[in-house]
């Protein structure tokens, strides 16, 4: 079994702030990225940013500069610190985990934490 949950969702007003955590629990013990992905109301399932295990980070253009993820390997979490937040990221967030090896290689999941950025 594998299972991410998240957390740190809510209600914000634009140019605020919000920190988004993903922990990782199960049978797996090689993460190789970890990630954040948004689905608004209407709209196609999008990247925001990606981080491997040792560390690098990818970013989708319009999160580049506002957005910070990172990842304690030792806890199997992954984190989104989000800045300077719009009204246009206001979506349902969802944590991802791909495992390239071992017995439970694959991609997974989380259940989506609502982010609201008031306009």
């Known amino acids: 079994q594998v299972q991410l949950v998240e957390s740190g969702g809510g209600l914000v007003q634009p140019g605020g702030s919000l920190r988004l955590s993903c922990a990782a629990s199960?049978?797996?013990?090689?993460?190789?990225?970890m990630g954040w992905y948004r689905q608004a109301p209407g709209k196609e399932r999008e990247l925001v940013a990606t981080i491997t295990h040792a560390g690098f980070t990818n970013y989708a253009g319009s999160m580049k500069g506002r957005f910070t993820i990172s990842r304690d390997n030792a806890k199997k979490t992954v984190y989104l610190q989000m800045n300077s937040l719009k009204p246009e990221d206001t979506a349902v967030y969802y944590c991802?985990?791909?495992?390239?090896?071992?017995?439970?290689?694959?991609?997974?999941w989380g259940q989506g934490t609502q982010v609201t950025v008031s306009s």
């Open positions: 199960g049978s797996i013990f090689n993460p190789n990225a």
């Open positions: 991802n985990l791909k495992s390239y090896t071992g017995p439970y290689r694959g991609e997974y």
